[in-house]
């Protein structure tokens, strides 16, 4: 199987919240991170969160990393029609230069 | 704008054609990527180079050949390719090749193989 895992569609109302999740396999990922893809671009860096954190906040978004069952998760605030992109989840192991990404999650916020 | 630039945007080719798309970033780093993204799987490292010098080849298929003379451009030289090779072509950089080593992307290469 792939070693990031991520159900591939999320369909929310504008103004609700979003939580995209994701499991990854290697426990020795010291980095995970949220891109966002938009269409027609490349990824963007949206939020990383290390290893030794719990929990991450940036605005609207928040990261849980639950490291015991290597699970995490991204919950977008009050979602709108411009967060509607796919979302990648990945890891990366400390001096590995693989980024490893999930299959990406396609987030569509209707109004 | 993420400073990492790609050429074409667009490309369709023959499976006898040589082509090459290009990368350049502009943000003083030293490790850059060629990655594949295609329907079917999810984004796939082909190439990685640090400081000019390649460090990671996944099992490519030699139809592919990157080339890195510089640490600010990247190509990758297509040739002989097949129709299961159409898949968007990502380029990133990061500052190196470890820790990190947030990934800047650009918009991509859409190769379309006939």
């Known amino acids: 199987g792939e070693d990031v895992e991520q159900s591939l569609f999320l369909s929310v109302r504008e103004g609700d919240s979003s939580v995209i999740n994701c499991t990854y396999t290697d426990s020795s990922s010291t980095y995970l991170y949220w891109y966002k893809q938009e269409p027609g671009a490349g990824l963007q860096l949206l939020t990383y969160i290390f290893s030794n954190m719990d929990m991450k906040q940036d605005q609207r978004l928040t990261v849980l990393l639950n490291k015991k069952d290597k699970h995490l998760s991204l919950r977008i605030a009050d979602t709108q029609t411009g967060d509607s992109a796919i979302y990648f989840c990945a890891e990366r192991r400390y001096n590995n230069n693989d980024m490893r990404f999930g299959a990406g999650t396609r987030l569509t916020v209707k109004p | 704008e993420t400073g990492v630039t790609q050429t074409p945007r667009h490309l369709v080719m023959g499976m006898t054609n040589k082509k090459s798309l290009k990368c350049e970033q502009h943000l003083g780093h030293n490790a850059m990527y060629w990655y594949k993204q295609s329907a079917k799987k999810p984004l796939e490292l082909m190439f990685v180079?640090?400081?000019?010098?390649?460090?990671e080849n996944n099992s490519v298929p030699s139809r592919f050949s990157p080339e890195c003379p510089n640490s600010s451009h990247l190509f990758l030289h297509l040739h002989t390719l097949q129709p299961e090779d159409s898949a968007l072509y990502l380029c990133?950089?990061?500052?190196?090749?470890?820790?990190?080593?947030?990934?800047?992307f650009g918009e991509g290469s859409r190769l379309t193989v006939l």
């Open positions: 180079y640090s400081l000019e010098e390649r460090v």
């Open positions: 990133a950089s990061s500052q190196d090749g470890t820790g990190f080593g947030e990934l800047f």
